[in-house]
């Protein structure tokens, strides 16, 4: 299983690779901008350089998808720490030691041998879910994927959120999710300088929870929400999906679009 890790503007700081033990850093893919290609030779692993039509995380997602040569990926955000609970019947978490990264991975790249895709849970909320894994609810910043499982799948048809979108499509053609609870991971603020900041405003951010209603109209709905990002506590549009209907809709139905 490749690890890729899209990333813009943070040459000088990639958190999600810092924690990442040197044998697993071979297994790693740094995935960059034509225009910061010479920045990230610094870094002991592989550099992807997108040309210059791709310009956001959709587009450079399907660069990826177009370019490897692996069946299962995973593609994390640069600016992730991970965790683990303290016990399997103790929900409180502690942080991941590098020594702990392989059984982690190693854990995605066995379940997609069964699941097209897989993902982690976020730090956030962890807490509410007994269960060591859920099938078919919300997962983002990890996102593994089976590629041989992908036959139809559309990459990028939305700019942000792009995520939500693949994760839909494969639970509308009956193909389940698995999310670890037993692991989890976090970032700092969403808008943090470099990454998706430089392009990702309330007018993107709006336009993607509307387009994303467009295509899945019958599992998600656009809701308003105060933020506390760098957008200032204004309001902005967000979506709530029903994954659960989504893939119970696939597996009685087939393939909805």
Known sequence: MRIYIPTRGRADRQVTLSFFPEELRKEVTLVVDHDEADEYGQYDCQIMVCPDTVHDI????LYIHENTDDNKIVMLDDDLR????????????RYLEPEEYPALFGLLDKWLDDYAHCGVSAR???NRVEHLSVENTR??????????????IEIGR??????FDVNLQLLKKGLPSKISYYYAQGQGSSNAAGGCSEWRTMEVQSQGAERLKELHPEVVEVVEKET???WGGATRKDVKVQWKKAFKLGAQNGELF
């Open 124 to 126: 956030e909320g962890n």
């Open 58 to 61: 959709a587009t450079k997602r």
């Open 139 to 152: 997962y983002m910043r990890v996102l593994a994927y089976n590629l041989d499982m992908f036959e139809g």
């Open 158 to 163: 939305v700019k942000v959120m792009e995520d």
């Open 82 to 93: 991970f965790y683990i609970r303290k016990a399997t019947n103790d929900w409180h978490l």
């Open 228 to 230: 506390k990002t760098a």
